[in-house]
């Protein structure tokens, strides 16, 4: 199932639970979708975006909402940056799991244990 399916049952599965916050969120983020495979659209494809370009739409929209919580914050909104930070949640769902600092650490040294790199110097040539 592709991830415009997933989105697509998900907001099924919230309409059905009445769950609102996730209903609204969902649907802004189809609404989007929907929005960028119309601008897509070409003469000759119909076809909408690839699931690599849905990550990357889920990506900036959770910067928007990023900016507009350091913006609510900042005016003194707690509770629309507290929304903001609801949908924050419920679009990093559909996002791949971010590695941590500590496991990017572990695969930064194997990367550099199978290279043999003792420096920058040493990977450049």
Do not use: C, F
């Amino acid at each position: 199932m592709g991830l415009r399916e997933q989105l697509g049952a998900a907001l099924k599965e919230a309409m059905k639970a009445r769950d609102q916050k996730r209903t609204g969120t969902l649907r802004l983020v189809l609404a989007a979708l929907k929005e960028r495979d119309i601008a897509g659209r070409t003469a000759e494809s119909r076809a909408g975006i690839s699931d690599d370009e849905i990550l990357s739409l889920l990506a900036k929209l959770i910067k928007q909402r990023e900016d507009s919580i350091a913006l609510y914050e900042k005016g003194g909104r707690p509770e629309l940056a507290a929304a903001e930070k609801g949908e924050i949640a419920v679009i990093r769902e559909y996002l791949p799991k971010q590695m941590d600092a500590d496991e990017a650490k572990a695969a930064i040294a194997v990367v550099i244990a199978e290279l043999g790199a003792a420096s920058m110097r040493t990977w450049a040539r």
